[in-house]
């Protein structure tokens, strides 16, 4: 039982490790494995395999980890049984990586943790997901569903579907349909529809929770699920808020209202009407026969006691009354003498505030407090209490009623009533409601009272805005009989704006539509863009004066002009030559403008087809059988090539001068026109018509040919054009630096040039290095790379039980340095090749490329000896010294040398191989100065990697070759 317990334990933690995402079929599975039965486990494992497929790759990869869990393994390495190797490998590749990858993992982690703790996220309450980690840490959680939520959810079909179910889904139109990313928005009570299935509610759900229930669905099973909450803001009348409930609660949910903006002031006059009572400091100063100051609190029975006139009651009388009474009295009972009375700290009261409030209950508040004070205090009004109709209530009578809206609306503070002990303000629930939006100041939900016309109701929200369009406003009724629709208000007609809303109408004023009629605009690459007035007979020259409206590197030849003469008409295009139009105002280049003109200036820099571009999009879409789409190409040798608009009577200049004209490379004798037209309304032909640009820019107009839709003007370039070609002469050149060179031009040419190479250069080490080499080298090396990668994946599944710890050490090595390898782009060439004599030969000559360098180091003495030697160095050459020699002084050969392919690379880059036969043993390579003997890795000690030898080989010439070029740097 104890060795069940503990399969079962690992095989709990394996499949955790798979299917990890999905909580509510993982504790089904856990409660199979509960019982401790390795029989139960394993039917667990067969249902699991067969109807959880799109969680877990296969069965097999389950067991196979759960038995390699129970095997003692080493955290860090796989260590695999005959039986289990086999089982591995009948797997997929991708499947088998990633049973390798989960291996290592849970390995890792059963070795660092607690063996008791591999259950716990299995566990009821356990926290998987990235929401439950925020709930435990504090941090703030991820999106819930609400109603109206716009959830996106991605249906994907997993890899491992059993071929019944990849049937299933061909023949099912319903799951068909599903398959990709849908947009789904909730109903009000948070309510998943899908055409076809159950309802499903998502109300409160976050994300992962979505994903959880939808994957519960047996209809949705076969799909791997993904679910996005779209973050979203209200808009329109969605947006709406009722009016005026914000001003007297906090702003959000759970606030506190700590804010004291209608507190009472503390200090200052206190009005005449303010009634005493017990609690109230009063300040009485006497001045004359008697003097003095006395500060006296009015007691409990509301009962003011002074010295020498006696008990005064005080409670329930108004403050300016009781001041007229204490003035009688001390002119009567003290004559002489005279009374100045002014109130102290004022008392505070308990009133209540009930009803439909957000925190009803009882309050202190200052004497002074009123209505809206206490109202305040309450934390607002509820959602569904008035804001029209609270009442104030003393003693079981109602003696005020306090209308908010005008308060907030108009100012009126007039029925705001001052609170005494034991008042009672109550908030009844809301009445009647319109929402108002669209075009006008305040857009909300407004509590009505009585009968309400639109014109009230417009009043209400703070009228119309400047944008609104009186004419289309109308009023949409929600009523169950008749009654309901849509009416037309126009709000210009005072029988129309008498119309009485009830509850629940919505008022919709709409804005007047975006647009200029009697406007032009100017954009571009100008000081001043922006929108100016139309005017009939208005110019290009009166919107531009002068060049100094315009900015530095602007093109005067090319403005165009987007027109489109009526609201929802077919847009034109036009153009202009804006320094022809400034040089002659009268001239034809000075075009008129219409209203709703768009003016665009552009800059040679930056390019144009950011703006024009659009405007062909508009033109294809206006394109029809009869009047196809109104554009044409220029490309080849101009400043800006790209698509441009037709215009009525468009020529080739004109298409030259929209394309920014020709730029210096431009071969401007001829040109090649392709046209495009359709014959007989059957087939489309091609025809191309050469050009003579040289007629056409010296004015002639017979070669200006007027073009058609889809005309293709190509400027060529002139044969032969290069801007600059340099070559770099390095090292032993007796005048070395960069020389320009022409098409065809040979090395020997460029020496003779250079001075030829100095007395100490050492020719038959000079390095010739090329561009595009170096590029062809670098693909080279990253596919070697990619293969050898490759293979050394392959070879550790394939080696783990043999053993192959040396090989893959090896192989790694291999690839490290091949990564690490830089292209170098050496052409190796013969010392005849720097001869400048001038006298090339068609074997010798070797034609430069833009960008070529020649190294010429000094005169070498020394023999480099690297690969698989004891000690890799070099040695000072010595005549008749053989490359066995040089090997021997270097320690001698390590067990993993190839001693057969021992190769000789020349200080020119040439590799010169052994040289010997069975009746010839021995070395034949003459070993010269500037050599480097390499010996290379034996291939055959691991044969998986046949074509290792082949990369050692290319890492080794590599390191020669850089070490050549750092010498100069």
């Avoid at 571009?613 to 394109?623: K, N, R, S």
Wanted: aromatic content about 6%.
């Amino acid at each position: 039982m104890e060795n069940s317990a503990h399969f079962m334990n690992i095989l709990r933690a394996s499949v955790d490790a798979m299917v990890r995402k999905d909580s509510t079929n993982r504790q089904i599975f856990t409660a199979s494995a509960q019982k401790n039965t390795a029989v139960t486990a394993m039917i667990a494992v067969g249902i699991w395999g067969r109807f959880c497929q799109h969680w877990v790759r296969s069965a097999a990869m389950t067991v196979l980890i759960a038995l390699l869990m129970v095997m003692p393994v080493q955290a860090q390495d796989v260590q695999l049984t005959p039986a289990q190797q086999q089982m591995l490998n009948s797997l997929p590749t991708a499947q088998r990586q990633e049973a390798l990858a989960a291996i290592r993992q849970l390995q890792g982690n059963q070795s660092d943790a607690d063996p008791n703790s591999i259950n716990e996220s299995l566990l009821p309450g356990s926290v998987d997901d990235a929401e439950g980690r925020g709930r435990e840490t504090g941090l703030e959680t991820a999106a819930k569903a609400d109603s109206r939520s716009r959830l996106v959810i991605n249906f994907s079909l997993p890899e491992s579907l059993l071929p019944e179910d990849i049937e299933e889904i061909e023949t099912d139109p319903l799951l068909q349909r599903l398959v990709g990313s849908h947009l789904f928005v909730l109903d009000d009570a948070g309510v998943l529809s899908m055409q076809g299935l159950e309802i499903i509610p998502l109300l409160g759900l976050g994300e992962a929770d979505i994903q959880r229930r939808l994957e519960a669905e047996p209809d949705l099973a076969l799909f791997d699920i993904e679910v996005r909450i779209l973050a979203q803001e209200p808009i329109g009348i969605e947006a709406l808020q009722p009016f005026g409930y914000n001003v007297f609660g906090p702003e959000e949910p759970g606030e506190e209202t700590l804010d004291s903006s209608f507190d009472p002031p503390q200090t200052g006059p206190v009005p005449p009407d303010y009634v005493l009572g017990p609690g109230d400091n009063l300040r009485v100063q006497l001045f004359g026969n008697v003097n003095g100051i006395y500060e006296y609190e009015v007691s409990r029975d509301g009962i003011l006691n002074l010295p020498e006139i006696g008990p005064v009651t005080v409670a329930g009388i108004p403050f300016s009354e009781f001041r007229t009474d204490l003035n009688n009295r001390v002119q009567e009972m003290l004559i002489g003498t005279q009374v100045s009375v002014t109130m102290g700290q004022l008392r505070t009261i308990r009133v209540f505030v009930l009803g439909d409030v957000n925190k009803p209950g009882s309050y202190v508040v200052g004497g002074l407090s009123t209505m809206s004070g206490a109202l305040y205090r309450s934390g607002g009004i509820s959602p569904v209490g008035s804001m029209r109709d609270l009442q104030l209530k003393r003693n079981g009578t109602t003696i005020a009623r306090l209308d908010l809206y005008d308060l907030l609306i108009s100012g009126d503070n007039s029925g705001d009533q001052r609170l005494q002990p034991g008042d009672v303000i109550f908030v009844p629930p809301i009445g009647d409601t319109i929402s108002i939006a669209g075009a006008v100041k305040r857009p909300a939900i407004y509590e009505t009272r009585g009968r309400t016309s639109v014109a009230d109701a417009v009043a209400l929200a703070g009228g119309l805005s400047n944008k609104a369009f009186e004419e289309g406003a109308r009023l949409e009724r929600a009523a169950a009989d008749s009654d309901g629709g849509v009416i037309a208000v126009n709000l210009n007609v005072p029988e129309l704006a008498a119309i009485e809303v009830r509850t629940g109408d919505t008022l919709l004023v709409p804005e007047i539509l975006p647009g200029i009629e009697n406007a032009v605009v100017l954009n571009g690459h100008v000081y001043r863009p922006g929108t100016y007035p139309w005017r009939p007979g208005l110019r290009l020259t009166d919107l531009l004066p002068s060049a100094n409206e315009l900015k530095p590197g602007v093109d005067m030849n090319y403005v165009l002009v987007r027109r489109e003469r009526e609201r929802g008409a077919p847009i034109e295009v036009v153009s202009a030559d804006l320094g022809r139009a400034l040089a002659n105002p009268a001239g034809a280049d000075n075009i008129t403008l219409h209203a709703r003109d768009q003016v665009h200036v552009f800059d040679v820099e930056f390019g144009r087809q950011r703006i024009i571009a659009p405007i062909v999009e508009e033109l294809e879409m206006q394109a029809t059988y009869e009047l196809p789409a109104m554009h044409v190409e220029i490309n080849g040798t101009v400043r800006a090539p790209g698509v441009y608009p037709l215009e009525s009577g468009m020529r080739v200049s004109d298409l030259i001068r929209a394309g920014g004209s020709l730029s210096e490379e431009a071969y401007a004798l001829e040109a090649e026109l392709t046209r495009y037209s359709v014959s007989g309304g059957s087939i489309r032909v091609v025809d191309v018509t050469e050009i003579d640009l040289a007629a056409l820019l010296r004015g002639e107009q017979e070669s200006d040919l007027v073009l058609s839709s889809y005309d293709f003007l190509s400027i060529r370039r002139i044969p032969e054009w290069d801007a600059r070609w340099s070559v770099y002469l390095e090292g032993e050149v007796r005048f070395p630096g960069e020389y320009r060179v022409k098409r065809g031009e040979s090395l020997s040419e460029v020496l003779q040039r250079a001075g030829g190479l100095t007395d100490a250069a050492f020719a038959q080490g000079a390095v010739f290095l090329r561009e595009s080499l170096k590029e062809r080298e670098q693909e080279q090396l990253e596919l070697l790379a990619r293969r050898l990668e490759s293979d050394l994946t392959s070879l550790s599944l394939q080696q783990a039980d043999s053993g192959g710890s040396d090989t893959l050490a090896t192989g790694k090595a291999l690839l490290d340095q091949l990564r690490t390898t830089q292209a170098v782009g050496r052409l190796v060439i013969d010392s005849s090749h720097l001869a400048a004599t001038g006298d090339d030969s068609d074997r010798m000559r070797l034609e430069l490329r833009d960008g070529d360098r020649l190294l010429v180091p000094p005169r070498s003495q020394v023999v480099t000896v690297i690969g698989e030697t004891q000690q890799n160095t070099s040695h000072l050459y010595v005549p008749n010294t053989s490359r066995n020699d040089y090997i021997d002084l270097s320690g001698g050969l390590t067990r993993r040398a190839d001693k057969k392919r021992i190769y000789v690379v020349r200080a020119n880059g040439a590799v010169v191989a052994r040289r010997s036969s069975w009746f010839r043993k021995g070395d034949t390579v003459n070993i010269q100065p500037g050599d480097t003997i390499v010996v290379p890795l034996d291939a055959d000690r691991i044969r998986p990697m046949t074509f290792w030898t082949n990369v050692a080989t290319i890492v080794y010439q590599g390191a020669i070759a850089i070490a050549a070029v750092n010498s100069f740097n």
